[in-house]
């Protein structure tokens, strides 16, 4: 098989992937998570519910479709640094520019469609505990990424700033669900955002001064 052919295949798969992924979420967001089926969704999408599984291996993967991109997102940061910049500071950079581009990953934005998303997704348990095993696995890929030699070193660290983006992330949403616009945020959320990559520099946690 040509290359060409490959390439065309992938990217038919990929189309389909989506097409069924925003089929999903659009009557997910209209009934609600647990009120539609798969076989709802299915049919939807125009396509077999064996078919449907081929693409997504449960349920809650048809919403955490558009974090999977993202799940590598902090290993690809630090794998592709410049020179001389540690990875902390290039995490730091890359979340700050997040911010100011209104990023959905940051929390920090208030688009309708993706305020819905986020409601959808922070509104169900389930949803919330399949996010869990995306991000264990952003940890993994962070800690391959800032030390392959040092595994339980590395792991620490990434669990430790995965943690911080996740934190940062939810604050910045909850303002938003309460009724706050991103321009209204953006000057806390950067505060919040260098204290705590500079709390992750010192390694430790400083209360504040009395």
């Not at 990424?145 to 595994?151: C, K, V």
């Not at 303002?175 to 430790?204: C, I, K, P, T, W």
Request: aromatic share 8%; hydrophobic share 45%; charged share 25%.
């Amino acid at each position: 098989m040509s290359a060409e052919r490959i390439g065309l295949r992938a990217r038919k798969k990929q189309l389909t992937y989506q097409a069924v992924s925003d089929a999903a979420i659009s009557l997910f967001l209209e009934r609600g998570f647990d009120k539609v089926s798969v076989a709802e969704v299915a049919a939807a999408a125009d396509i077999s519910k064996p078919t449907l599984f081929r693409y997504f291996p449960a349920k809650e993967d048809l919403v955490l479709r558009r974090f999977a991109d993202h799940e590598d997102e902090a290993a690809r940061v630090v794998s592709g640094r410049p020179d001389g910049m540690s990875p902390l500071d290039a995490l730091r950079h890359h979340f700050l520019d997040g911010l100011d581009s209104r990023d959905p990953v940051t929390g920090l934005c208030d688009v309708p469609q993706v305020l819905a998303f986020h409601r959808l997704l922070y509104g169900t348990p389930s949803l919330v505990a399949r996010l869990y095993g995306y991000q264990s696995r952003s940890e993994a890929a962070l800690a391959r990424a800032l030390d392959p030699g040092a595994p339980v070193a590395a792991r620490l660290a990434a669990g430790q700033i995965v943690a911080v983006l996740r934190i940062l992330a939810e604050e910045n949403w909850r303002r938003m669900d309460a009724g706050e616009s991103a321009g209204e945020v953006y000057g806390d959320a950067v505060e919040a955002a260098r204290l705590a990559f500079a709390q992750l520099g010192r390694g430790l946690f400083t209360p504040p001064a009395a």
